[in-house]
């Protein structure tokens, strides 16, 4: 504590918790676009989860890519 009273808080940064699905009927084609947002996704996840960012590899940690 200074001598102005004022002190130094530690804030830790909370994720909040979001889910993303990704449907679409096995027997449909994707359209160009539909596969380019699929595709971007993937790749996202599979690099940030490789990130030399702690904060990114502790998001993407807990994302489950079912493709």
């Known amino acids: 504590m ?8 530690s804030l830790v940064d909370s994720i909040a918790e979001a889910e993303i699905s990704l449907i679409y009927r096995r027997a ?3 359209s ?6 699929v595709e971007r996704l993937a790749s996202v ?3 940030s989860m490789a990130s030399d960012v ?6 993407f940690n807990s994302v489950e890519c079912l493709l």
Do not use: G
Request: with cysteine; glycine share 0%; proline share 8%.
């Open 45 to 47: 996840i599979r690099t």
């Open 54 to 59: 702690p904060f990114k590899r502790l998001l």
């Open 32 to 37: 160009n676009a539909a596969k380019c947002i």
């Open 2 to 9: 200074s001598r102005e009273r004022l002190s130094v808080l």
């Open 28 to 30: 449909a084609p994707l």
